[in-house]
């Protein structure tokens, strides 16, 4: 085996362009004057996403030669004074409009902008300002408002066809104090997103005596909090001689991997083209790594959160969430950041400075063995960490794809914030939740991450293999029942790549080139290693199930097509019915032998604890993929040692 030349630094940036770079600030403005010219988008619309319009598998080589000069936007806006949605394809090469499509039904994301101003009218509205007033807070300044998207089967009829959302309420003890701290629970604005009116407030406490909010102690910041702070001494990363990694514009190269850090509005960081160096070629691995939903029902009936299923990607969309970076607080060591260009709904850019981090970290020993002649031989492991951080209202989500030098690959998520909480009464506490503090509970909740993995393994042709371990009976050549063999059973169609994690099998998924042969003879592959899977637990009839049937399944296999990108439908805001993966997949279309997508479902089962408050400890949760028969062997054999790294 033959290492590619080991870079010594960061390369500063070339200027030079890809196809698949993600949208500039220039051609986000480029696209909303295009589509205020030619299709009379004016003050009244909104855009909801304007992205790069990737190229296909089949375009993108000639792009990369110069062969074709093409480069595409899509963008979504819609008409707030009528509610209709349009989807347009627009050239950034030839200036024009090529596609406009109306979206009949269809809503689309929410934005950020109208989070912010349902929250200020709202803030203003003089009947929220009476309910709160009669709860005894009178202080507006210290209120927030916190709009979620509807379910169409929760809409009221009376609301149907509108732009609609729905809000809690909460409020701060201070002006430095935690926002979501005190939820003024049985309080729910209901309001309409397009003419941002306030529709309907539902009030419990109507009718009644308020109950008095309880005593809780939700602070975290250190003048807040009711404890002196711990002694901890400095912990330093120092990489005197600079870091191992070279970053070419967006074209990133380490230890033998290669690959492009994209970004867009929907579904933040990107990897794509990712491939390893090996025997003196560019091996592809995968074509493009992403995280293409995240499904959150909350587990509790009760009026204040039975409507609470959040979808984290297609109602609001990592990339508008994501937030900058700090050097030595979010990532430690020698960094190297790139900013984000997303925009507002008015098509306007917005530069997110530091979104993404670059770094590599040290994680333990990657092989050793003491020898009685030899010695010991140990070689340490460093990963290459890609990195950022997104901030959805109360929670955080802190994404890690990383790279290993011995092929393997990490994505690692971490989720912390601020748990969703609401008060009761004395002795009234709900079975679907925790108590956290004084008459407050917390209530179960999951997290459904859809990763869209779409590996190319040596090539686009691909072969999807379920791999369990199984035991040998007992007898014959086994009579003390030690044997263990695996049994690898390809997945041939769209219905038999609907697959559920099994622990009884140890069952995992291996994409396999069946069309080369490693240096021994057989086919390479990379496995699907998976963790944090678990079941649904809804009934199939429930209306959160039926917007996201994805999730009934671990792993779904599909034929690879371009306009094919989200397991839960383009538009889940507002949905009624699961558009992605169910429909695709009722095709049953073939999947041997040709170019496949994984669709892995993960994440937290998260039943609540009084240490997750006032803010969360990370709970953490990974996958991984492997290479499984890609190397003839150890491919991290050409590490070399690090005496002095390891001397005292």
């Not at 409020?171 to 309409?192: C, F, K, M, W």
């Not at 299923?309 to 609001?316: N, S, V």
């Not at 140990?378 to 959805?392: D, E, G, K, M």
């Not at 686009?460 to 086994?478: F, H, L, M, Q, R």
Request: with cysteine.
């Amino acid at each position: 085996m033959t290492s590619s030349p080991e870079p010594t630094g960061i390369v500063a940036d070339t200027g030079r362009s890809h196809p698949l770079d993600p949208l500039t600030a220039g051609e986000i403005q480029q696209v909303a004057a295009i589509l205020r010219r030619e299709r009379d988008v004016g003050a009244n619309w909104r855009f909801a996403s304007i992205e790069l319009r990737e190229p296909g598998k089949d375009a993108l080589p000639a792009l990369e030669a110069g062969e074709l000069t093409r480069r595409e936007a899509l963008a979504v806006c819609w008409d707030r004074e009528g509610g209709q949605a349009w989807r347009a394809v627009v050239s950034l090469t030839g200036g024009v409009v090529t596609s406009w499509e109306h979206l009949s039904g269809q809503h689309p994301n929410m934005t950020v902008d109208e989070w912010h101003e349902c929250d200020e009218m709202l803030r203003a509205h003089p009947a929220l300002a009476k309910a709160l007033a009669r709860r005894g807070i009178t202080d507006m300044s210290l209120v927030l408002t916190d709009v979620w998207a509807y379910g169409a089967a929760l809409v009221p009829e009376r609301y149907r066809g509108l732009r609609l959302g729905w809000s809690d309420v909460w409020y701060r003890d201070s002006e430095q104090g935690n926002p979501y701290a005190h939820h003024v629970t049985g309080l729910h604005p209901i309001v309409d997103l397009n003419s941002m009116a306030l529709l309907e407030l539902e009030d419990t406490l109507a009718d009644g005596a308020p109950d008095g909010q309880p005593a809780v102690m939700g602070e975290y910041l250190p003048p807040l909090i009711p404890v002196p702070l711990r002694q901890v001494k400095p912990l330093t990363v120092s990489q005197p001689e600079g870091v191992s990694f070279i970053l070419d514009g967006r074209l990133l190269s380490w230890q033998n991997w290669q690959l492009r850090v994209g970004f867009n509005q929907r579904e933040g960081l990107i990897l794509h083209q990712v491939g390893f160096h090996d025997t003196g070629r560019l091996r592809p691995v995968a074509h493009r790594l992403s995280f293409a939903e995240m499904i959150v029902p909350y587990r509790d009936p009760s009026p204040d959160h039975y409507r609470r299923t959040a979808f984290d990607i297609g109602e609001w969309g990592l990339g508008f969430m994501t937030t900058s970076l700090e050097l030595g607080c979010d990532c430690l060591g020698e960094i190297t950041y790139l900013d984000a260009v997303v925009h507002d709904s008015h098509g306007e850019p917005r530069t997110i400075t530091n979104a993404i981090c670059i770094h590599e970290e040290d994680s333990g020993v990657l092989w050793k063995h003491v020898d009685q002649t030899a010695g010991a031989e140990v070689r340490r492991s460093r990963r290459l960490v890609i990195s950022f951080h997104v901030t959805v209202a109360n929670y955080e989500y802190l994404v890690y794809w990383r790279f290993y030098q011995d092929g393997n690959i990490e994505c690692e998520v971490r989720a912390t914030g601020i748990m969703v909480t609401s008060h009761f009464t004395e002795g009234g506490q709900p079975p679907y939740g925790t108590l956290v503090d004084q008459r407050t509970y917390a209530p179960f909740h999951q997290h459904f991450i859809v990763a869209r993995l779409d590996l190319d393994v040596d090539g686009p042709d691909n072969t999807v293999y379920v791999t369990e371990s199984v035991p040998s009976a007992v007898g014959g050549d086994d009579p003390y029942g030690l044997g263990l063999v695996v049994r690898d059973t390809p997945l041939r169609t769209e219905a038999e790549g609907r697959q559920d994690y099994d622990w009884g099998t140890q069952r995992g998924w291996k994409v396999v080139n069946g069309n080369v042969r490693n240096g021994l003879g057989t086919p390479p592959g990379y496995k699907l290693v998976p963790s944090g899977a678990f079941p649904p637990l809804l009934d199939r009839s429930s209306p959160a199930y039926q917007r996201a049937e994805v999730i009934g399944h671990t792993v779904w296999v599909t034929p690879y097509r371009q306009d094919e990108r989200w397991p839960c439908g383009e538009f889940p805001n507002l949905s009624e019915t699961d558009r992605g993966l169910p429909a695709w997949t009722a095709q049953n279309r073939p999947i041997e032998n040709t170019d496949v997508v994984l669709w892995y479902v993960f994440g937290i089962h998260h039943i609540t604890r009084p240490e997750d408050w006032p803010v969360m400890p990370v709970d953490i949760v990974s996958f991984w993929l492997k290479p499984s028969g890609f190397f003839g062997r150890n491919p991290a054999l050409d590490v070399p040692p690090s005496a002095a790294e390891c001397s005292h």
